[in-house]
């Protein structure tokens, strides 16, 4: 699904109103039904909820969702926070529909008349929407440290108060919500580390803005669901023979890290890939053929991969898993990107090494795979501020190296040498534990080798591993499972996909 700026936000609000055709006020009315019947579900009687409200179609939004659950006999008590400038115009429809059925609507215009907030009251939050355009400073401030303060649940309508839909938030006040009920789609801030304290659970609601517009909108954003990947997946044909689904090399491992070879082994082979040959070094011998006797192994060095040949024979190359940090692997990397068929796969020390030779950087060979997660990343390409920053320089590389970077985290970014921005929606952060990146490289080798492009490899290899480790969590839980049960439930992950 594409992701859009406040700014298309705001037009795709624009387009539905005109084109469906339908009245703004009754579109925010529909916003706030969608709130109203989340919130009814989620919260029971005796729950007291304080509604507060800026001024804008966000504190609109707040005031008719203070309509619908009075209407629902539930206690309610309406803050609007006071400026100079006149409300929104469905703002005041909403504030005359309200005042013919409640008296508790309190306007606040200094720090004494801010409300005392029991800690079981629910708040919600209209103060801001994705209409936030400057540092919320003075009362704004202050009422958004206040509510922050009190201990209360706070549900943010659209998006927390105080934080940017699209650009860093700079040292903003911001409201932490423990749920955020947002409008239609995903905002790139909620899909960010940074932003993890203030978010909270969030729940995207559908209030029907226009599909035309959807259709005809270019953006760089995507969340990676289950229709992209519907597109990407191919099933296996029938009459297939090993010989169909591709070669693959993995150079992994050292004395010490053989678990770090044997996961990415594993996972390749589940990945479906036909045939697989490791390179190892001497001590790995018996664990990897004892441990993954479907992969063959050649072994060089003692102990660590000292050198290598043969690797014309392959259609694709894995790096990186477990090697470690040694002179003669500039060698090994330079052999690699010498003699890669197609794309590479980069991870780990593969991309530590590379990091200390930045000449080695434009003989990547093109559409290559590398994979860091943001310390990797830092290392490779100079330190970010923030991780919108971040998120921009992967971009930028990514199309000056003609390489796909996958950016690991929470919602993994894939930022391709087109300039676009894959997010994935699938994981847990049960997989934030040893090896869990050994099987994305193994995954990502495996499925490059059966001929998927670069691109497809990425989407549908990220989507895979975070959907077999949300399977995992269920099964184990996330404090239980560990990077070789992501592998064990790669098979449940591609029954899902493929029904
Ligand atoms: N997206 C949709 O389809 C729908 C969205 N709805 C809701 O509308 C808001 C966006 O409303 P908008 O009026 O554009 O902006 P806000 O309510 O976020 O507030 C803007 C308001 O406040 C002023 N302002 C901005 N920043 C500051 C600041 N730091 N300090 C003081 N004042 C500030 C600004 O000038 C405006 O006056 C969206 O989020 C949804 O909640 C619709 O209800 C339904 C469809
Ligand atoms: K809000």
């Avoid at 966000?58 to 006149?86: H, K, M, T, W």
């Avoid at 960010?192 to 203030?198: I, R, V």
């Avoid at 479907?294 to 040949?309: P, R, S």
């Avoid at 991780?387 to 996958?406: P, T």
Wanted: neutral net charge; charged residues 20%; proline residues 4%.
């Amino acid at each position: 699904m594409k992701i859009f700026s406040a700014k298309q936000i705001k037009n795709w609000d624009s387009f539905t109103i005109k084109n469906e055709p339908i009245a703004s006020v009754d579109l925010m009315e529909r916003a706030a039904k969608a709130c109203a019947d989340w919130i009814l579900k989620k919260f029971q009687q005796p729950t007291s909820f304080k509604i507060v409200c800026g001024k804008g179609n966000n504190g609109g939004d707040g005031l008719a969702i203070a309509r619908l659950l009075i209407q629902n006999n539930f206690p309610v008590c309406v803050y609007i926070a006071e400026s100079p400038s006149a409300g929104s115009g469905d703002f005041n429809i909403n504030l005359l529909r309200l005042k013919e059925i409640s008296s508790a609507i309190y306007f606040l215009e200094s720090t004494e008349s801010f409300p005392a907030i029991n800690k079981d009251d629910v708040i919600i939050d209209a103060l801001f929407g994705t209409g936030l355009n400057k540092k919320p400073s003075g009362i704004f401030k202050k009422l958004i440290v206040h509510l922050n303060n009190s201990g209360a649940q706070i549900i943010s309508i659209d998006i927390p108060s105080g934080l940017y839909a699209d650009v860093h938030s700079d040292g903003n006040a911001i409201i932490q919500a423990r749920y955020t009920l947002s409008f239609q789609q995903q905002k790139v801030a909620f899909l960010l580390a940074e932003n993890e304290s203030f978010c909270g659970e969030v729940a995207i609601l559908d209030i029907g803005l226009s599909q035309e517009y959807y259709n005809n909108e270019q953006t760089p954003f995507e969340l990676i669901d289950k229709n992209t990947i519907e597109e990407i997946y191919v099933p296996r044909k029938p009459f297939a023979n090993k010989g169909n689904y591709g070669y693959a090399c993995l150079v992994v491992g050292s004395y010490g890290m053989m678990g770090a070879a044997v996961l990415s082994a594993r996972s390749c082979l589940r990945s479906g890939v036909g045939k697989l040959t490791c390179y190892i070094c001497k001590e790995g011998y018996t664990i990897m053929q004892t441990a993954v006797p479907e992969a063959m192994c050649a072994m060089f060095g003692t102990t660590f991969i000292k050198d290598i040949d043969n690797l014309k024979n392959f259609d694709v190359i894995g790096i990186g898993p477990g090697i470690g940090r040694h002179l003669s692997h500039k060698q090994l990397l330079q052999k690699v990107f010498k003699n890669s068929k197609g794309p590479a796969v980069l991870d780990a020390d593969g991309l530590n090494i590379l990091s200390s030779y930045p000449a080695l950087y434009k003989s990547i060979p093109q559409h290559s795979i590398l994979t860091p997660h943001p310390k990797e990343f830092d290392r490779l390409f100079g330190k970010s501020e923030n991780d919108f920053e971040r998120m921009e320089l992967a971009l930028k590389k990514a199309k000056e190296l003609s390489v796909y970077i996958v950016l690991k985290g929470h919602h993994t970014l894939i930022a391709t040498p087109e300039g676009k921005g894959f997010f994935n929606s699938t994981g847990n952060a049960g997989m934030a534990t040893a090896g869990s990146g050994d099987v994305l490289t193994g995954i990502f080798t495996g499925l490059l080798a059966q001929k998927y492009t670069s691109l497809e490899a990425c989407i549908l290899g990220v989507y895979l591993h975070g959907l077999a480790g949300d399977i995992a969590a269920k099964k184990l839980s996330k404090e239980a499972m560990i990077a070789g049960d992501i592998i064990d439930y790669l098979g449940d992950a591609f029954i899902q996909i493929s029904h």
